[in-house]
């Protein structure tokens, strides 16, 4: 995803007359969170805490972590952690453990993204559904946009001139039919039986839709360029839309979906054309969920000259780990467009000077 360019620098945000104007934003966030707290505990769910210190951020190349060392009790370097990305590895663990229905309320850190969407620290909603499909999740989201619209006071939600109602029956649109929709690109041809990508085919269709295309583009980098300056821009106008069925390729930690091997059980949430939440099907499968980091992190040690460890113990937990599925949200986000703000900053307490 493309990032936010750098804000202008403002004033302090404890600045009186700053706080002023960011209180009635900051009074609808604590009210949305309690909401939400309410129904998913309505629902039977059990709010847990994950570890903010991890050995393994995560391992999608884009994502970039906080890194800090371990010391021993004698001071000297011991191992090295990393503030996580998501609480995703530590919920899956605990459903391993034997939970069935968890919520998260968690802080996240990530690196190299700041902009009116982006924040060094934020709030990540994560809840995991055992023996439910994914499609269970879109009703989830559907209810959640309604809750904060209704708890904030507000019939639509509006950003950067596009308007959605949030209690309108989201739009399901597979990415396949965004990308011919709104790109005039057939997706699908540069996708092989099982999923294989074909770099030169895709290249070929997004040079005709007018994208810009380096030699050295890999197949995921002419993806992105396609989503970030065709689809994304076009989705949740009017109302929300459910954007599933990413290529497998695009979807690291979601199962292939039953009858079509070349897509994933992922879909992603749209409102005003801002992405709002990530939901898989869950992979319970470890030696392909390792194979899918190792080609993760060897895409990420090519664009960015670093890796980050595989964690081991995620690894092990998925051996017994049931079928399940899994949602994230930018509650950040969320509350932003329900609030009428204009920067996600704006609905933090405390925001990362």
Request: overall charge negative; charged content about 25%; proline content about 7%.
């Amino acid at each position: 995803m493309a990032l936010d360019a750098p804000s202008p620098a403002r004033s302090p945000w404890w600045t009186p007359t700053i706080h002023a104007d960011r209180r009635p934003f900051l009074l609808i966030r604590n009210r949305i969170t309690r909401a939400v707290r309410e129904s998913f505990e309505a629902e039977g769910f059990i709010e847990v805490e994950g570890a903010a210190l991890q050995v393994s951020p995560g391992n999608e190349a884009h994502l970039h972590a906080f890194a800090t060392t371990l010391l021993s009790l004698t001071g000297e370097p011991d191992q090295t952690y990393y503030l996580h990305t998501s609480p995703e590895f530590a919920c899956k663990k605990l459903l391993a453990a034997g939970e069935d229905k968890i919520f998260d309320f968690a802080r996240v850190w990530r690196n190299r993204e700041r902009g009116p969407l982006h924040h060094p620290e934020f709030v990540m909603l994560e809840w995991y559904r055992t023996d439910a499909p994914y499609q269970t999740l879109m009703d989830d989201c559907a209810r959640l946009l309604a809750l904060a619209a209704e708890t904030a006071g507000t019939r639509a939600f509006s950003f950067r001139g596009m308007t959605c109602d949030p209690f309108a029956t989201p739009e399901r649109l597979s990415v396949a039919e965004a990308f011919e929709r709104h790109a005039g690109v057939d997706l699908l041809a540069s996708l092989g039986p099982g999923g294989e990508t074909d770099r030169e085919a895709l290249a070929a269709a997004a040079t005709a839709a007018g994208i810009r295309v380096a030699a050295d583009d890999s197949w995921a980098d002419i993806f992105s360029k396609v989503i970030v300056d065709k689809v994304e821009p076009k989705l949740g106008a009017g109302r929300a839309t459910l954007l599933c069925e990413y290529p497998v390729a695009e979807a690291a930690l979601a199962r292939p979906k039953p009858g079509d091997p070349r897509v994933a059980e992922r879909f992603e949430l749209y409102a005003c054309g801002v992405e709002l939440a990530n939901a898989f099907g869950e992979l319970t499968d470890p030696a392909e969920q390792r194979r899918r980091f190792v080609a993760e992190m060897d895409e990420k040690q090519r664009i960015y000259g670093e890796r980050y460890p595989i964690d081991e113990d995620f690894l092990a937990a998925l051996e017994i780990m049931p079928e399940a599925s899994g949602c994230a949200l930018g509650f950040d986000r969320l509350v932003m467009l329900a609030a009428g703000a204009s920067r996600v900053d704006q609905v933090m307490w405390v925001p990362v000077a």
